[in-house]
């Protein structure tokens, strides 16, 4: 798969030119490159997992498939990653920085200040990565965006991410860290995806009546995107 291929999303009406996501483990697992990525990698997880929390108290109740077996699925199968990342971890001896535990309920999470939890992010990347979910987060509580909008931008490269791990390890491409990448590319993760991905193509083919802003989606989505690829360089996300 080449760094030219052009994702045919169903969420927008023309091609989005995107790179595909996919684990990216460090080429050596020498002790500081392998603290390195696993350090770099729990802290945007544990950030991500916290703002994917809020978003989902920001999707209305009557969205019963998405939340139901879209979203909370995915929810939980997150939370499944960063103990598989915390058990590298004890593993190797690599310390982690210590923040308040994940919540299984996300109505809980979602209420953790967001600011507590940034001493676990390692790079710039990752605090530019968190910056973007607070702006995605922040515009839709005041209205600047529309909740799908705010979805499409944490689950699509979410749903893109999880999609190149799971080619990765059926063709036996996968990089050493078993129990992070079959715990990431699990059946329950791929399901989650495929119906969070299958519900927003609902609400944009349904536009303007469900609220969809397609160029706001984009917007979101793309720097979502950029972002990930400068991640690359900590050996969490990367081009394939």
Not at 49 to 69: A, D, G, K, Q
Not at 164 to 176: C, K, L
Request: hydrophobic share 35%.
């Amino acid at each position: 798969m080449s760094s030219t291929q052009v994702i045919h999303s169903p969420l927008v009406g023309r091609p989005w030119g995107l790179p595909a996501l996919k684990f990216n483990a460090p080429r050596s697992l020498a002790p500081p490159v392998l603290a390195s990525w696993v350090q770099s990698t729990y802290g945007t997880h544990r950030v991500g997992i916290h703002f994917i929390s809020i978003m989902m108290t920001l999707v209305p109740t009557s969205e019963t498939r998405l939340l139901n077996e879209g979203l909370i699925p995915l929810y939980q199968g997150f939370i499944a990653v960063e103990k598989a990342l915390k058990k590298i971890a004890q593993e190797h001896n690599i310390p982690l920085n210590q923040c308040s535990p994940i919540h299984p309920d996300y109505r809980i999470e979602s209420q953790i200040d967001s600011k507590t939890l940034e001493s676990v992010l390692t790079g710039q990347p990752a605090q530019a990565m968190a910056d973007l979910m607070e702006k995605a987060v922040s515009g839709t509580r005041d209205g600047k965006y529309h909740w799908s909008s705010l979805v499409a931008c944490l689950c699509i490269p979410s749903e893109s991410f999880i999609t190149q791990t799971a080619i990765a390890n059926s063709s036996g491409t996968s990089q050493p860290h078993s129990l992070f990448t079959n715990t990431l590319a699990s059946e329950s993760q791929q399901n989650a995806c495929k119906v969070t991905i299958e519900e927003l193509a609902r609400l944009k083919n349904g536009a303007p009546e469900t609220g969809w802003r397609e160029d706001e989606a984009a917007s979101l989505v793309e720097e979502h995107f950029r972002i990930a690829e400068e991640l690359a360089s900590c050996g969490n996300l990367c081009e394939e």
